[in-house]
């Protein structure tokens, strides 16, 4: 009998082995499967996204060539000398282009340069008419209000090439006839150096240009004007599914040979295991949904209550209110004590709204100092009314923190859902503008949403005025960030920075208002009113000098050096000492009246500074054209430099190019002694940021420009460090 029951045991126990190994099997069979799927897709989008990225940049460098005065000049006096040397040399002399053909409206082309079969002069035969017109049809619907660039793949022999259309135009574009204009048609050649540049950067060593398709490997056709094949770029897509299951093979083959007693420990632990892993994904999943301070529900959580049927059908029949809270005063408690002082104080928060939460009420903490509470019910105008006004009640009491005593106030907007066509998600947005509207006014009590406060025109007007009057009051200051050596800690200038505190809005920061300025043409006003308080702030101060930001519209002002020359002759400040920075936007947008009234700003003694280079259209045609004498690295390239090797890779390659073009280089943003220090060996001769200080009074700012004393020496060690 024992034997018996031993022997049904031991078949029951292989049989139970052998079901789970060929569950486990097929199972694996199949993510592997999945896996290949999932790398195939991933491959073909990096694969496409590569092309593309091709594709941006022959648009760019077309456009560049395209939009430009000067060629647009030279090509109607037919000047072969200087299209050669200044156009045709991008494909002879540099690494800019493989392929450029000058199409005129009028005729076949007279100019073409091909790389790789350079003659005495230009060719003209390079295209076949009907490759020409092919070109040119891409422009047909093509924009007038800007220079655009149309792509195209063509076959030239047996190269494959992509080539961009664009019209050569003259600066300014009103008024040109765009049928009579000659088509720059620039290309660059899919070779197999190129071809093989694009598979090293996303790992495929076998990506390659063939006539025809591989039906072993994964493939991207290359198509035509007339909509026919002239090739594809064929690749062996990553198979890891496969590589998964070769690894899986030999243990389950082990354990199907294995004693039935190590299968059932096997198995006994493998159900230990999945009541753990159970375990932890029930932890894991309620942690991501709860907020790890206050224990409420987090952000995710409140959209995922959002999105239940019960939210949506109370926001449809208007049963649904949703409150958005923003703790104001709460940097004041993380300066004062600490961030775990803070901590605290938004804990305590949290327990007082969780207690002021109606019974069918929803809280959760979706920000640093912000709280959306959901609210549902019949009589959801009262509800919501309630609740609102009870939670600004609790954020008004005194809080205790580690101590002390601090008063921090709330500002509150709710929206209640009126219509089915307000979704849950409209109506968050709504409480958001609401809460937005109780801070700007400073209402001391909840704001319901009201359509009124959407329109940007009613706030930008509202900012603008503000601002007129603030610039009358002398609300507008300027304080001075330093800008040190990189290597000794001396200040050698520091950059004006304005700041606005207003007594409608609060503090302002620049983007809030600037940008307003800008659209109603108040800009000149505050920058005559900014570069003369730092020219009154110079006077006395012989060994300041200070670097002032210009904003692009300022550049359209035809009495701008004027102004500035006049400013700085009234109140004695040799111009030398004045630095002026600006961004790309107008460098790109305009680039002949930027040349025009940089050129005259230099001439005039200022020096002239590159802002936030790397993060518009940088180009090192601007830097070589246009009278910069520094650029200052956008602190985005600083940011965790220490830790990445790419970015340090990056800042050293800037730091070099502003080297060979002569150029003095700032690293900004610079809040670590290490990034300092990096910034130190990359090349960078000076460096800005909190590491040394923040935005100071110019009172304060006085004291660096005394000799060398403790300051400069901590900061020099830390630079040595």
Not at 80 to 99: E, P, Q
Not at 142 to 167: N, S, W
Not at 322 to 339: A, E, Q, R, Y
Not at 421 to 436: F, G, H
Request: negative net charge; hydrophobic residues 40%.
């Amino acid at each position: 009998m024992n034997r018996k029951l031993t022997r049904r045991i031991t078949v029951l126990l292989f049989g139970a082995v052998a079901v789970t190994i060929f569950t486990i099997s097929a199972v694996l069979v199949w993510m592997s499967g999945e896996f290949n799927q999932k790398s195939l897709q991933d491959s073909r989008v990096m694969m496409n996204g590569g092309l593309e990225a091709i594709d941006d940049t022959l648009r760019l460098v077309t456009v560049d060539y395209s939009w430009w005065q000067d060629a647009y000049d030279n090509i109607r006096a037919d000047d072969a000398g200087w299209l050669v040397s200044n156009i045709g040399s991008g494909v002879t002399d540099s690494s800019a282009l493989d392929l450029v053909v000058l199409s005129p409206a009028d005729g076949p082309p007279k100019y073409g340069w091909i790389k790789g079969q350079e003659q005495d002069g230009p060719q003209a035969d390079l295209l076949t008419p009907v490759q020409i017109q092919q070109m040119r049809d891409l422009l047909i619907d093509a924009p007038t209000d800007e220079v655009v660039a149309r792509t195209q793949f063509v076959k030239i022999g047996d190269k494959m090439f992509l080539l961009a259309a664009a019209y050569i135009t003259s600066d300014d574009l009103e008024g040109l006839d765009f049928d009579t204009l000659t088509v720059n048609i620039s290309g660059f050649m899919l070779d197999e150096e190129r071809i093989a540049a694009l598979g090293a950067t996303f790992l495929t060593d076998d990506l390659e240009l063939s006539d025809t398709q591989d039906p072993g490997k994964e493939h991207i056709e290359l198509v035509g004007a007339e909509g026919e094949i002239l090739g594809h770029l064929t690749w062996t897509a990553p198979t890891p599914g496969d590589e998964l299951l070769q690894k899986s093979l030999l243990p389950l083959s082990a354990a199907l040979l294995s004693f039935a007693g190590i299968g059932l420990l096997v198995a006994f632990g493998a159900r230990k295991f999945a009541e753990e892993l159970g375990r932890k994904e029930a932890e894991s999943f309620e942690n991501a949904r709860t907020d790890s301070m206050t224990k409420l529900p987090n952000r995710f959580h409140f959209v995922e209550r959002l999105s239940e049927p019960t939210t949506r059908r109370a926001c449809a029949s208007g049963q649904l209110a949703i409150i958005f809270l923003d703790v104001d005063g709460f940097k004041n408690v993380n300066d004062t004590i600490g961030h775990a002082g803070g901590d605290d104080l938004i804990c305590q928060v949290a327990d007082r709204l969780a207690a002021a939460l109606p019974k069918n009420g929803f809280l959760a903490r979706v920000g640093g100092d912000e709280f959306n509470i959901l609210v549902t019910g019949d009589d959801i105008i009262s509800s919501v009314e309630n609740t609102a006004k009870k939670c600004f009640s609790e954020i008004q009491r005194d809080f205790l923190v580690k101590g002390r005593i601090f008063r921090v106030s709330v500002s509150i907007g709710y929206a209640i859902a009126k219509h089915q066509t307000t979704s849950c998600e409209e109506l968050v947005r709504q409480a958001d503008v609401a809460m937005y509207q109780a801070k700007a006014r400073k209402a001391g009590e909840p704001i319901i949403y009201r359509e009124e406060y959407e329109s940007s025109l009613f706030k930008n007007r509202k900012i603008d005025q503000a601002l007129r009057a603030a610039l009358t009051a002398g609300e507008i200051k300027v304080h001075y960030q330093p800008i040190v050596h990189s290597q000794t800690g001396q200040m050698e200038l520091a950059e004006a920075l304005v700041y606005w505190n207003s007594t409608e809005f609060g503090r302002m920061s620049p983007e809030s208002f600037i940008p307003v300025a800008e659209e109603s043409g108040l800009i000149s006003i505050l920058g005559t009113y900014v570069f003369r308080r730092v020219c009154e702030d110079m006077v006395g101060r012989p060994d300041l000098k200070v670097s002032v930001n210009l904003s692009p519209v300022q550049l359209l002002d035809p009495m701008l050096t004027e102004d500035l020359l006049a400013i700085a002759q009234e109140t004695g400040i040799e111009t030398h000492r004045i630095e002026l920075e600006l961004t790309e936007r107008i460098v790109v947008s305009h680039p002949g009246l930027a040349r025009e009234k940089l050129n005259a700003l230099k001439s005039a003694g200022f020096g002239i500074v590159l802002d936030d280079f790397g993060t518009g259209f940088s180009s090192i045609g601007y830097l070589r054209q246009l009278p910069f004498d520094k650029l200052k690295i956008d602190q985005s390239f600083v940011m965790g430099v220490e830790q990445n090797v790419e970015a340090l890779n990056l800042m050293e390659s800037i730091a070099s190019l502003g080297r060979a073009l002569d150029l003095t280089v700032v690293a900004e943003g610079v809040e670590t002694a290490e990034q300092a220090n990096l910034a130190h060996l990359a090349g960078c001769n000076q460096i800005q940021g909190f590491l040394f200080s923040g935005p100071l009074p110019i009172e304060e700012l006085t004291r660096w420009l005394r000799p060398p004393g403790q300051k400069v020496q901590k900061i020099a060690r830390l630079l040595r460090a």
